[in-house]
């Protein structure tokens, strides 16, 4: 059964995102105006090696949260990783107008179809949750940011820059097959048993373990950019609190250190560039999710148990990870350790992606 949350979405645009001072940037051109861009995290014929998890020591400092469904043992042992695989991964979360030109490229593949008011693949694979609304509360809904308009879909006016949300693990193994295919790269996922052909060149997910390189590198921060957090770093519970609008998204890139609108914001990007780490957005990772997986987990490119583990009362079934956390967080939900799944059929408004290629 799929899970949804929803929430108020009042959307703004921003096209002020701040570049990346990283001189390894690969643009990828899906339309004129709207494209990829992605940070090479490890360079080819390198590796990298960084502690993962959280120690006893940190989580004495780190904010915590004291209720039974909110757990740290899932990040300890604090453990070694080396990653061996050379990979970049795009600057920003994917967007509601990026998801959009690819998934309407795959509807007329008739890789995809609008079925029932949602996105989905041609077997029922619900891809994005689009018309399920809570008719009895006025400002809830799954996604205020893509409407359906005939046989398409489309980002809502001042919504194009937002991060897609509602799409589910397997909406964005998908994306990445389809944008593979788009670019004339070989997709990396089977689109039937949902498997990993790691000698692919295509776009995919990140491990859980290059997610978290990705968001520190060998700093040992709470968060992405820091030890600090407030509401002018990233977008989330604080954020929302004094907003007459009630919005509860941002563009990507928002929090650059700019005044926007007379929203004072800090650099909130990772020591790679990457940004929105934390915040905005929870994100898909590749792997599934084993609360006590850190205590055998390899040590050299990790890519996740065998099969997930569930995370009861919220699902019932095998979970995915999700890394990040999203608008609806607080200081001990957004730490860069913090890890949290659900089933990959789950389609939740505070829940998005983002992409990586492995570089052969």
Same mark, same amino acid.
């Given at each position: ?15 002020? %995102? =701040? ?8 643009? #990828? @051109?899906?339309? !004129? /105006?709207?494209?990829?861009? +992605? ?79 949602? %996105? =989905? ?8 949750? #689009? @018309?399920?609304? !809570? /008719?009895?509360?006025?400002? +809830? ?220």
């Amino acid at each position: 059964m799929i899970c949804i949350i929803a929430s108020v979405l009042q959307c703004t645009k921003s096209n002020n %995102l =701040k570049k990346s001072e990283s001189s390894s940037i690969n643009s #990828i @051109t899906i339309d !004129d /105006t709207n494209p990829i861009s +992605l940070i090479t995290i490890i360079s080819k014929g390198k590796q990298a090696s960084f502690l993962m998890g959280t120690t006893d020591e940190e989580l004495k400092t780190q904010p915590t949260m004291d209720h039974p469904d909110y757990y740290t043992d899932d990040e300890q042992p604090a453990h070694n990783v080396t990653l061996t695989i050379p990979f970049e991964m795009s600057k920003y979360e994917i967007t509601n107008e990026q998801f959009c030109r690819v998934m309407n490229w795959a509807i007329e593949k008739n890789y995809a179809k609008i079925i029932d008011g949602d %996105l =989905k693949s041609p077997d029922g694979k619900v891809y994005l949750g #689009i @018309t399920h609304f !809570d /008719t009895d509360v006025p400002y +809830l809904g799954i996604q205020f940011g893509i409407q359906i308009v005939g046989n398409s879909i489309k980002a809502r006016e001042t919504c194009e820059m937002h991060p897609v949300h509602a799409v589910t693990w397997f909406s964005a193994i998908a994306f990445c097959n389809f944008l593979s295919e788009m670019q004339g790269l070989s997709p990396v996922y089977n689109s039937e048993t949902s498997g990993w052909d790691t000698t692919k060149n295509g776009f995919r997910l990140p491990t859980e373990a290059e997610w978290e390189y990705a968001a520190r590198k060998n700093k040992r921060y709470t968060y992405a950019w820091g030890n600090e957090i407030d509401k002018r770093f990233l977008n989330y519970g604080p954020s929302q609190s004094k907003d007459p609008n009630k919005s509860v998204f941002r563009p990507v890139g928002f929090y650059n250190g700019e005044v926007k609108n007379g929203i004072e914001t800090k650099d909130n990007a990772s020591p790679f560039g990457i940004y929105d780490m934390n915040g905005s957005v929870w994100e898909w990772c590749w792997d599934w999710y084993g609360r006590d997986y850190y205590k055998n987990s390899y040590r050299r490119d990790p890519k996740g148990p065998k099969k997930g583990d569930n995370r009861p009362p919220y699902c019932i079934e095998l979970t995915k990870v999700w890394r990040g956390c999203g608008w609806a967080g607080n200081d001990a939900f957004s730490r860069i350790a913090k890890r949290w799944s659900a089933s990959p059929n789950t389609a939740i408004n505070e829940v998005g992606f983002r992409i990586a290629r492995s570089l052969f």
